[in-house]
Every structure is written in C-alpha cells, then in structure tokens.
C-alpha cells in the first residue's frame, strides 16, 4: 500500500509541476493486444477449493449419469488436474492520454480479455484394461476447464522520446487495477459436459455471480509513428504484476504481459 500511494503521489506532483502552456492535447488509442496470462490462479477450476469436483462425482444423479455413459462401470476419482493452465487470448485495449508537456503525458487504459484454464484428470474406472489385457483397472482420461472476464484498468505516467520523421519511443509506467468474473466451470467425462457449481466459501456454498478485485503497477514501452494530423500507429509490450483474486477462492501475485498495435489520434 506504501508503494502504490506513493507512486500516485509522484503522479498527481509531476502533473501539478508540468508547464501546461507546452504542447498540451488530447489523445485516444485504440490496441489489439496478445495476453500472456500467469497460471498460477488456474487451479481453481480443477474444482479442488471446498471439494467441489468430489462433491459433485459423490452426487447419486450425476454419478448413474457418469458410470452410463463409461458403459455401465463404477468408477474412483484419483485426483484433481495438477496442470490446469491458461490459453495465451487476444485482448481489446482503449486508452485516453493527455500530453501536458512537450515529452510527457498521464494516460488512462482500459482492457479486457476473455481467457480459458484447462487440465486434465484421471477415473479409475472398474472394468478390465482390454488395451493390455490384463486385469488392472481401466483409467478415463477427463479433463475440466473454465472460463473468466478480465478488464484491467491502468493509470499511468509516460515519457516520449522523440526520434526523427514522426517516430518516438515510450516509456510509462503506473497502477494497475483488474477486476475478474469466472464465467463458467465444467468437466468433460466420456464426452459429457458437467457443470461445477462456483461455491465462493464454506459458509455460503452458493452458486453466485461475484466480481472480484486485484490491484498492483504495470510497466511499458513501445515505439511508435505520428503524422502532422495526428493520426499514427505505436507497437506496445506491457509487464503486470497485480493480485488476480479468482471468486474469493485463489489469490495470488501474478505476472502478466501484453503485446500489441495500436492505433491512434491526437487533438
């Protein structure tokens, strides 16, 4: 918290001690970027938290639904997905600056990303292993998976440095926010989809939709080009390290990188 305060102190002085008769405008950016997420938060949907896989193999309903659909075999669960991991997605950013001196600027960002964990886990199921021929238990390859909202909002402080003929370089640096929904929660068995209810505590297992709140700072550089109208383009590689809170069940520091192009107008 000392950090963060900190750094919006020597924010709010640059821009209170900035010349503001110096080049001052207004600019707006429009990025597709590709999201590098951390995995470290992805194991909440192998449904380990509360029990909530177990729970849901020990329902009478939905276990008949799984041993008919394994031919009419019981069935053990071994374990939860050890290796659930995030896809690397694509992430829409817009972003307002204002340039309050000739090689500075404030800027406000917005991004969201739409990301996916998957794992796989195991069933032993009680029928005989006909790939070997031998009377050990069969194993069913299963796998879970789950998908989450991610909007990140980042304020930031930025110098430019010009280059020649239009072309600058950037580099910028601030607070970061994220505010994250897991959408849905389900596993895949013998080709059947089950959903996992998202129970946020043991006090209140219910299903509920929450949005949850991470904060941290964020680091970024990129080189860009801008003609005399003010339209230009800029490619942007950006560094994370925020809390990723995931249903109040997982919290942890993350690293996060972001690599786009964007597109931009300057008034």
């Not at 404030?106 to 969201?112: D, K, R």
């Not at 021929?133 to 998908?147: C, V, Y």
């Not at 942007?236 to 995931?246: C, L, M």
Request: proline share 1%.
């Amino acid at each position: 918290m000392k950090f963060k305060a900190s750094l919006l102190f020597i924010i709010f002085s640059v821009l209170v001690s900035a010349q503001r008769d110096t080049n001052l405008r207004v600019g707006l950016g429009i990025f597709s970027n590709y999201y590098f997420a951390d995995n470290t938060t992805a194991a909440f949907y192998n449904g380990s938290d509360n029990n909530r896989l177990q729970t849901l193999l020990s329902n009478p309903v939905t276990r008949n639904q799984i041993e008919d659909a394994l031919g009419g075999y019981t069935f053990e669960f071994v374990d939860y997905a050890g290796n659930m991991v995030y896809n690397n997605a694509f992430a829409f950013e817009i972003e307002l600056e204002y340039r309050f001196a000739k090689n500075w600027r404030a800027s406000l960002q917005f991004m969201n990303a739409q990301l996916q964990a998957t794992g796989n886990f195991t069933l032993l199921v009680n029928r005989r292993n006909t790939n070997n021929q031998t009377n050990d238990p069969f194993l069913e390859n299963a796998s879970a998976n789950g998908t989450e909202t991610r909007s990140h909002i980042k304020i930031g402080v930025g110098r430019i440095f010009s280059i020649k003929k239009g072309f600058y370089a950037l580099a910028e640096a601030g607070i970061s926010m994220n505010f994250i929904e897991v959408n849905n929660n389900q596993v895949i068995i013998a080709d059947r989809r089950f959903g996992l209810p998202l129970f946020n505590n043991q006090l209140n297992q219910q299903v509920q939709e929450i949005t949850t709140f991470g904060s941290g700072f964020f680091a970024a550089g990129g080189l860009g080009y801008e003609l005399s109208s003010g339209y230009g383009f800029i490619f942007e590689a950006s560094f994370i390290r925020t809390q990723v809170n995931i249903n109040d069940a997982i919290a942890a520091q993350s690293n996060l990188f972001t690599l786009g192009i964007g597109l931009t107008k300057a008034w």
